[in-house]
C-alpha cells in the first residue's frame, strides 16, 4: 500500500486548504494526522472504507471535512477557517490495526506541510 499526500502550503489564517491522498493497494478505512513543531503525532480525523463513518477531533469539528472517492482511490480533507494553531506536517494513514476506531494505522504517507501565517 502507498500512500501520497498533496496540497499542503502556506496560507493565511481564515483561509482554506483541501490536501489529497492517493492510494493504491486496497480500500481501506482512512485517516489524517499532523505533528505541530515540538508537539506529539495527533489524530484530526477519520473515515471507513466506505465513507458512511467520519469522525473528527474536537479543534477542527465544524471546520475540516473528511471525504473520500473510492473510484480515484483518494482521501480529502478540505480545511476551512485556518488557524495558526492548524500549523502542522499533515500525514494520511490507512488500515487501521484494530477497526475503525483505532489510532494505530498500519501505513503512512509521507506527510505535507501545512503553514497558516497570522
Given amino acids: 500500500v502507498q500512500l501520497v499526500e498533496s496540497g499542503g502550503g502556506l496560507v493565511q489564517a481564515g483561509g482554506s486548504l483541501r490536501l489529497s491522498c492517493a492510494a493504491s493497494g486496497g480500500t481501506f478505512s482512512m485517516g489524517w494526522f499532523r505533528q ?23 479543534s477542527v469539528q465544524g471546520r475540516f471535512t473528511i471525504s473520500r472517492d473510492n473510484a480515484k482511490n483518494t482521501m480529502y480533507l478540505q480545511m476551512n477557517s485556518l488557524k495558526r494553531e492548524d500549523t502542522a506536517v499533515y500525514y494520511c494513514a490507512a488500515d487501521p490495526r484494530n477497526g475503525y476506531n483505532s489510532f494505530d494505522y498500519n501505513y503512512w504517507g509521507q506527510g505535507t506541510e501545512v503553514t497558516v501565517s497570522s
Avoid at 495527533?42 to 473528527?56: H, L, T
Wanted: glycine share 14%; with cysteine; charged share 25%.
Fill in 36 to 58: 505541530a513543531p515540538g508537539k506529539e503525532r495527533e489524530f484530526v480525523a477519520a473515515i471507513s472504507g466506505c465513507g458512511n463513518a467520519i469522525r473528527y477531533t474536537d
